[in-house]
Nanobody, 128 residues
Framework: QVQLVESGGGSVQAGGSLRLSCAAS????????MAWFRHVPGQEREGVAT???????TVAESVKGRFTASKDDARDILYLNMDRLKPEDTAMYYC??????????????????????WGRGTQVTVSS
């Protein structure tokens, strides 16, 4: 079993920055492919960013140039650094783990069904 706990969400004005954290514990398989998703009521859960165990990252087109994923392997923490936030970034952000072992398929375009473990989410609200 893998347990994921997100933190770092909050309210920020447009143009601001925020860093989300995801503390992971349990099965070491989460080191292969981990991801950040976000969800707005009435919409599908959207892949935001991924990071493979070797540090390879991808981001969704909607956040390209503004969001980056990173990780601290020693502490088993996944991060999502968000810069130049926009109101449309407002969503519940989730950390996901145990995705594909194929580095080239560890991609933000991959849907949520590919991930086995999920955190409970952290809310990000961006005001105009």
């Amino acid at each position: 079993q893998v347990q994921l706990v997100e933190s770092g969400g909050g309210s920020v004005q447009a143009g601001g920055s925020l860093r989300l954290s995801c503390a992971a514990s349990g099965d070491a398989s989460i080191s292969y492919c981990m991801a950040w998703f976000r969800h707005v009521p009435g919409q599908e859960r959207e892949g935001v960013a991924t990071i493979y165990r070797d540090g390879t990252t991808t981001v969704a087109e909607s956040v390209k140039g503004r969001f980056t994923a990173s990780k601290d392997d020693a502490r088993d923490i996944l991060y999502l650094n968000m810069d130049r936030l926009k109101p449309e970034d407002t969503a519940m952000y989730y950390c996901a783990a145990d995705g594909t072992q194929d580095r080239h398929k560890c991609d933000a375009s991959v849907g949520p069904d590919e991930y086995r473990y999920w955190g409970r989410g952290t809310q990000v609200t961006v005001s105009s």
